[in-house]
């Protein structure tokens, strides 16, 4: 098994167990980002909020009625469900996950999407972010809620990403980035990797991926330092919080595909 593998095993194993308990975790007081989550309180699927997310791509108005919008990682397809209000009855929202138990969860929440709204709209897939199920220029939006970073190959996502894109299309995706290295001890810590930190890049190194994939106008849209005070009572990182003290931000960034 290749260290690629044991990554998506770990990642899979651990999303797997929070689609078994459907809860996040964290709980609803914080995420594995490190941070209180976003909620919609009218949210059409309230079921599909397991608290796993680290920002809100979807918040900044950049996605338009008939796009087709494809979310990297969607869990339990709380951001496909909202997408797929955005896109409306001529648009589509796909969401790829590598999780079978998500993918289960999911698609049982697409059954209440469609009586909660009438709208039949939303595509869930199998498949690894990094190898895209989906031909090439395919896509309007590609978005991300917090999952980029659980990936062993983060440039090579972008690069999915800007394939799967049609000319002008919009990468929206929200993560967890670090301001500065993390101690040798938290980078080997399995937990703290499955909470969205221990695998993720220096933010200027995960800027720098998004522009070598052909991104072209790569903006911060949104940027929030982690504090110690805000691991709440999340069990994995409650017990680093003082490592990851001004280390992990939470950052939202818009890239087009030229």
Do not use: W
Not at 52 to 58: A, M, V, Y
């Amino acid at each position: 098994m290749t260290s690629a593998d044991k990554t998506h095993k770990l990642v899979q194993d651990a999303y797997a167990e929070v689609a078994r308990k459907q809860s996040g975790c964290c709980r609803p007081k914080a995420s594995c980002c490190d941070k209180k989550p976003y909620t919609v309180p009218d949210h059409p699927v309230p079921a599909s909020e397991l608290g796993l997310s680290c920002g809100n791509p979807l918040a900044f108005g950049l996605i338009e009625k008939g796009q087709t919008v494809l979310d990297l990682g969607s869990g339990a397809g709380k951001d496909v469900f909202l997408a797929a209000q955005k896109v409306g009855r001529n648009g589509k929202a796909i969401g790829v996950d590598m999780t079978p138990e998500m993918l289960t969860l999911a698609r049982k929440n697409a059954a209440q999407f469609a009586r909660t709204t009438g709208l039949t709209n939303v595509d869930f897939r199998e498949g690894k972010i990094e190898q895209l199920p989906l031909p090439d220029a395919s896509v309007d939006v590609v978005i991300s809620n917090c999952v980029i970073n659980l990936s062993p190959d983060k440039p090579q996502v972008f690069r999915e990403a800007h394939r799967v894109l049609r000319g002008g299309g919009k990468m929206i995706v929200s993560d967890i980035v670090l301001n500065r290295p993390l101690p040798a001890s938290a980078r080997e810590d399995a937990g703290l990797y499955a909470a969205c930190v221990a695998g993720a890049l220096l933010r200027e190194q995960y800027i720098e991926a998004i522009r070598q994939a052909g991104f072209a106008d790569v903006q911060i849209l949104s940027d929030q330092t982690y504090r110690s005070s805000q691991a709440g009572d999340d069990p994995i990182t409650c017990n680093a919080a003082d490592v990851l003290e001004g280390v992990a931000a939470s950052i939202t960034v818009l890239a087009v595909k030229g």
